[in-house]
Nanobody, 124 residues
Framework: QVQLVESGGGLVQAGGSLRLSCAASGGSFNAMGWFRQAPGKEREFVSTIKWSDTTTYYADSVRGRFTISRDNVKNTVYLQMNSLKPEDTAVYYC???????????????????WGQGTQVTVSS
C-alpha cells in the first residue's frame, strides 16, 4: 500500500524559505508531484519530477523560486521554496503517479496517491 507523508510546512515571512519533504513507501513511481490548495480555491499544480530521469516541470507562478528534487535512496521528494509570497499560502499536497508515462503529467487525475497535506503560511 502506497503511503506518502509530508513534512516541513509552517509559518514564514514573505521573502523567506521553506523546504517540504514527502517520504514515499509501498511502491515504485513514475513521477511525484506537489499540488496546493489555498482557502476558497481549487487545488492547483505546483511542480512534478519524473523518478527515472529527474525531468522537472513547474507552474508559471513558482518557476524560478521553487525547486523540486528527489532522493532515490530515501525515496523522498523535496520542494525547496524560496522568495515566498503571501499568495503561496496554501495546503501543499504530495502526489505520486505509478503508471509509466513518457510525458510530464500536471493534472490531478494523473496521480494515483496523495498525502494528507502540510500547511504553508506566508505572512506579509
Amino acid at each position: 500500500q502506497v503511503q506518502l507523508v509530508e513534512s516541513g510546512g509552517g509559518l514564514v515571512q514573505a521573502g523567506g524559505s521553506l523546504r517540504l519533504s514527502c517520504a514515499a513507501s509501498g511502491g515504485s513511481f513514475n513521477a511525484m508531484g506537489w499540488f496546493r490548495q489555498a482557502p476558497g480555491k481549487e487545488r492547483e499544480f505546483v511542480s512534478t519530477i519524473k523518478w527515472s530521469d529527474t525531468t522537472t516541470y513547474y507552474a508559471d507562478s513558482v518557476r524560478g523560486r521553487f525547486t523540486i528534487s528527489r532522493d532515490n535512496v530515501k525515496n523522498t521528494v523535496y520542494l525547496q521554496m524560496n522568495s515566498l509570497k503571501p499568495e503561496d499560502t496554501a495546503v501543499y499536497y504530495c502526489a505520486a503517479r505509478i503508471q509509466w508515462s513518457r510525458s510530464v503529467k500536471i493534472a490531478e487525475s494523473d496521480y494515483d496517491n496523495w498525502g494528507q497535506g502540510t500547511q504553508v503560511t506566508v505572512s506579509s
